[in-house]
Structure formats: C-alpha cells, structure tokens
C-alpha cells in the first residue's frame, strides 16, 4: 500500500450513518433515492453533484456534503439514469468505472477474516492469533474484515441502554488492547458493528483514534481491486445508505453466513469465531479464514480450516482473466 493511497483512504473515513436502505433494481431505487435525498442532501445538492462532478473533485464533495464513498457512488449512478445531457452521462458512467473501487490493492496476498465477534461468548481470541500467526508467516501484512468484528449488544441487553453501552465499551477496550498489531487491517462494518451506532458509540471514529492500523471500508458492501480483478465485499443484513447494488464485479465475498461455500463468482467466508452454523449440506461450517493470492493473471482464494491443530486448507478457487480490462 502505498501513502499516497493511505492518505486518499483516510477521505473515507466518516462515522456511521443509523440510516440504511436495501436498493434493489434501478427502476425501482431511482424513486427511493430522490425520497432519502432529504435526509443528508436536498434535490438542488444533488443536481449539483450530478452536474459539476468529476475526478478531480470526487473527495472534496465527499466532504462538503458529509457523504460517505458508497453514498457519493449511487449519486451518480442515479445521474447515469437521469434525464441529463449524454455528454454528461459519459462523464458520470467513465466516473463510475474509475471510482468504483475504493482501494487497489498491490500486495500479493491479503487475508480475509470475517466475523469475529469480539464480546461473544463464543468468540476466540486463540482462532483469531492463530489466524493471524498462520498470515505473519506467509508474509501477510495486509487484512480485510468482513464485517461484525465486534459483536455489540448481547440480546439480553437490547432493551437496556446502559448495559449496551457498557457492553460495546468493554468489547471495543478488548480490542484495543489485545488486538494484533503490525498489520494493516480493513473492515467492512457489519450488521453487528451497526449495533454501536444504535447505541449512540461512534466505533469507527473511537477506533481511528486508538489503533492507527484499521481502516474502514463502509458499511456492508463495497468494491475493492486486486491484480486487476474487481472484488465485491459483502456483509448482507446493512448496506451503505446508497451505494448502487449492481456494479459490475469478477469476484464476490460474502461473510455474515458463518459458513465456507463456493459458488461460482460468489465465496461465502466462514466465521473466525466459535460462532458455528449448522449449514445447509452444500456449505461447510467449519471455523477459518481465506488467503487471496494474485499470480501471474489468475486470483486465488484458498479457504483455511481452524478446526484442527494444523492449518489445513478446506478449498482453492481460482478465477483466470477473461478479457483485458
Ligand atoms: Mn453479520
């Protein structure tokens, strides 16, 4: 990673928004988006963002408007869909292609741990040393989560504000206390990581302040690049307020499940946690992580069991490039 990327990144970092809307097909969302307009930016904003947008200003709207990056990208997505000029639809949809991917990654390798759980009963800091142990070795520095990291709230606590909040406190102090460090790690928030918001608890701005080594990618979803393959990241159950849901992708990982599975373009990541499922039989539930490896012009995602005493690999997919992007 470079710093010049390190310093664009730190343009995304924003607090949670406790809004979230579940967009669907774009016929259908362009209303919806119109509809949330009003709760961050009026309709003459957002004609302006659509008119007067382009790459050399994509983070200073960001920032004028206190959008996050998914936000900013189904802004003009919609613009692509509005009645505007075709001059500046090509404008829009060439902005869409190059800003789609928040971070491109040049390591490699970068492990993928999702679902831990911090604060669970069932969560385990010795899968998550393990696991972090087992990347050190194979010389990975570079992490991406997946997602619920923390687990918030226990059920129990739901109608008692104080207990929550004493609850997120005490999981986010364990974090930044016993979390490993020397690597830089990237989280996707998760349904979970949301629970801190409805608490009123700032997580990703607490954390920013504490661990200089986590670096947020949005909430739910987003889009990544790695050896010239676009990575779709997933954490179903939340998404980012507007980011379209139908970017093009070569690959798609999804946590949240606590199961492995491997699909043709879509890779579920089992949990890093004692936090197994009983899967439908297509699914393994053992607990892991996953490695992704660029060689040459394939990506790899080796999936790797935790249930054992040794490391063992459960499955490798690998995707090839098709065409030239
Ligand atoms: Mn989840």
């Known amino acids: ?53 382009n790459s050399d200003n994509f983070y200073d709207f960001m920032n004028y408007y206190d959008l996050t990056y998914g936000e900013l990208l189904g802004i003009i997505d919609y613009g692509v869909h509005s009645d505007i000029s075709q001059i500046r639809k090509n404008t829009l949809y060439k902005l869409l292609r190059t800003k789609q991917c928040i971070l ?11 679902d831990t759980h911090i604060g669970s009963p069932h969560m385990s800091w010795n899968k998550i040393y393990r696991t972090y142990d087992f990347l050190l070795e194979h010389g990975i520095y570079t992490i991406i989560l997946l997602g619920d990291l923390f687990h918030g709230p ?10 929550s909040i004493t609850q997120c406190y005490q999981q986010f102090v364990e974090c930044e206390e016993h979390y490993p460090k020397g690597f830089q790690n990237f989280l996707l928030h998760g349904n979970h990581e949301q629970r801190f918001d409805e608490v009123g608890m700032d997580l990703w701005n607490m954390l920013a302040i504490k661990r ?4 947020s990618l949005g909430i739910g979803r987003c889009y990544v690049k790695m050896n010239s393959f676009i990575i779709s990241l997933n954490h179903p159950g939340i998404v980012d307020r507007l980011l379209p849901p139908a970017l093009h992708y070569d690959i ?27 899967p439908p039989s297509s699914k393994i539930d053992n607990p892991g992580f996953a490695i992704l490896s660029a060689c040459d012009k394939d990506l790899c995602v080796t999936a790797y069991d935790l249930s054992t005493d040794n490391i063992q690999p459960l499955f490798t997919k690998t995707y090839s490039r098709q065409k030239k992007r």
């Not at 491109?104 to 999702?114: E, L, Q, R, Y």
């Not at 226990?154 to 207990?163: P, Q």
């Not at 200089?212 to 670096?215: E, G, I, L």
């Open 252 to 278: 798609a990982l999804y946590a949240h499940y606590h199961c492995f599975y491997q699909g043709n373009k879509r890779i579920y990541i089992g949990t890093c946690s004692n936090l197994v499922n009983r």
């Open 104 to 114: 491109k990654f040049t390591d490699s390798k970068i492990g993928v741990i999702a």
């Open 212 to 215: 200089d080594d986590f670096f």
């Open 1 to 53: 990673m470079s710093y010049l990327t390190c310093y664009l990144f730190y343009y995304c970092i924003k607090p949670i928004s406790i809004f979230c809307v579940f967009l669907t097909y774009f016929s259908k969302y362009s209303v919806t988006i119109v509809k949330r307009l009003g709760d961050f930016v009026g309709e003459e904003d957002y004609i302006k963002i659509v008119n007067r947008i």
């Open 154 to 163: 226990s059920y129990r606590s739901r109608n008692d504000s104080n207990r």
